[in-house]
């Protein structure tokens, strides 16, 4: 399990949270090396802060930001089809 924790939370200019930008950005690329070494993930976003703390002696002053596990999966399911690029994207001119 990848347990990402942030220290230092200030809000940026645009008002979002640091802790929550860059733990996500960290986390982002971490789940795809792990991708490139054959492991799955699967980003949590319903979890317990204080229980996973506690379970992992987690300093109070840290922020549990984002949770995946992390290992080989059992299954490999095929990738479901995708929209084409114009359905979903529009050039303004």
Known sequence: VLVICGSMDRKM??????NTVDCSIALAYMT?????????????????????????????????????????GAEHPEARPR?????IVEFLK
């Open 13 to 18: 200019m645009c008002g979002q949270s640091t």
């Open 32 to 72: 795809l090396v792990a991708c490139e070494l054959g492991l799955d993930t699967c980003w949590l976003g319903s979890f317990r802060e204080q229980e996973v703390k506690a379970a992992l002696g987690i300093p109070e002053e840290l922020r549990v930001v984002a949770v995946t596990p992390l290992g080989y």
């Open 83 to 87: 929209k084409e690029l114009a359905e």
